[in-house]
């Protein structure tokens, strides 16, 4: 019991967001985040890498029905509510705008946010490899 309750402390200081390392818009969106959290909250893992396999349940075989996830104190969540979790996370007048995203429905906000996954590679292109986190990075970025 001491171990889960270490890792939801852990968590709760320190949530991870998993993405997809080879989508474009994916890449653009950590940029976004490692920007804005200048405290040093988030984590940030790979789908792809040791982290993900470890901790989360085995990805479709098709990438583009992944999704972001967040793992934090509260446990796992995808898509729209992992994004929007984020920005609330993240304060100011994105914490607002998360705190006001999360309050519409569940199924409208994820059906906008699968027409973007399902495309993103077609609009926003992808990479060949996984990125590579600069040495400025590689404390916040997880195997």
Not at 53 to 63: D, F, M, V, W, Y
Not at 75 to 89: I, Q, T
Request: glycine share 10%; net charge positive; charged share 25%.
């Amino acid at each position: 019991m001491a171990v889960a309750e270490s890792s939801t402390e852990i968590l709760r200081e320190h949530p991870i967001i998993f993405f997809d390392g080879v989508c474009n818009l994916c890449n653009h969106s950590i940029d976004f985040v490692l920007r804005a959290d200048k405290a040093g909250v988030f984590r940030i893992a790979s789908l792809q890498g040791d982290t993900a396999r470890k901790l989360l349940a085995p990805q479709s075989g098709e990438p583009g029905e992944w999704s972001m996830v967040l793992l934090d104190g509260d446990g796992m969540h995808e898509r729209s509510g992992a994004a929007l979790r984020v920005l609330k996370r993240l304060g100011g007048l994105r914490g607002f705008l998360g705190c006001i995203g999360l309050c519409f429905p569940r199924f409208l906000r994820d059906f906008i946010y699968r027409l973007i996954a399902r495309y993103r590679y077609r609009c926003f292109g992808r990479r060949e490899t996984c990125r590579i986190p600069t040495d400025d990075e590689s404390s916040v970025f997880l195997p």
